[in-house]
């Protein structure tokens, strides 16, 4: 599977942008990016996937490169209850990794009153 | 709230015990997973079900014996456990196991092993 590089903390202020970056160089063609976050003692929320184009939801929006070897996620609002580790995940279905969704460390956003 | 349901939320057990961790899901997906999160760590998988069939085994070892008894239902088998095994297991469902149906998750079950 592609490996994912995020940094480790970052802080955003309340009311503002939260971009965090993802970077997966060794991307196939056929893996999506996904993110998920997980907030202290619950289980990993599904936040987006995609897997060329930009993505939107309620939530978030997702915007890929065009060579696909980075993405970021972007909350548009952040709020205090967005505080949460952040997981980019690239997930293939080649040969024996199908269904296999692997986390790497995340990233902790602090969102800041 | 999520639409898996994991019980119990907490568990306390013995080394000599047996205990199982349940997780139900009603949103008709056919893939379920079980997942173990020590603290501080991201969630490792352990077992993978996709239509009621185990279809990987993370080289879990045998003290963990997971159950698929229908589409809806997942459990998990414990016995003969090390203080070691202590962590959060988390189960998830999606609506099959390719990469473009996400995982939804449940809120775990704290697994303390005395």
């Known amino acids: 599977d592609a490996k994912t590089t995020q940094p480790p903390s970052m802080d955003c202020a309340e009311g503002r942008a939260a971009n965090l970056p993802c970077n997966h160089s060794?991307?196939?063609?056929?893996?999506?990016v996904y993110w998920y976050r997980q907030i202290h003692s619950q289980g990993p929320q599904y936040i987006i996937h995609?897997?060329?184009n930009n993505e939107t939801n309620e939530m978030a929006s997702l915007i890929i490169t065009e060579d696909r070897k980075s993405s970021t996620l972007i909350l548009p609002h952040a709020t205090l209850r967005d505080t949460a580790v952040y997981y980019c995940?690239?997930?293939?279905?080649?040969?024996?990794?199908?269904?296999?969704?692997?986390f790497g460390r995340g990233t902790q956003l602090t969102v800041w009153p | 709230d999520t639409e898996v349901t994991q019980t119990p939320k907490h568990l306390v057990m013995g080394m000599t015990n047996k205990k199982s961790l349940k997780c139900e899901q009603h949103?008709?997906?056919?893939?379920m997973y079980w997942y173990k999160q020590k603290a501080k760590k991201p969630p490792e998988l352990m077992f993978v079900?996709?239509?009621?069939?185990?279809?990987i085994n993370e080289s879990v070892p045998s003290r963990f014996s997971p159950e698929c008894p229908n589409s809806s239902l997942l459990n998990l088998h414990l016995h003969a456990l090390q203080p070691e095994d202590s962590a959060l297991y988390l189960c998830?469902?999606?609506?099959?196991?390719?990469?473009?149906?996400?995982?939804?998750f449940g809120n775990g079950t704290r697994l303390t092993v005395t």
């Open positions: 998830a469902s999606s609506s099959r196991t390719g990469t473009g149906s996400p995982l939804h």
């Open positions: 060794t991307i196939s063609g056929n893996e999506y």
């Open positions: 995609g897997l060329k």
């Open positions: 995940i690239v997930r293939s279905d080649r040969g024996s990794t199908l269904g296999r969704l692997y």
């Open positions: 949103m008709g997906h056919r893939a």
């Open positions: 079900y996709s239509y009621e069939k185990l279809s």
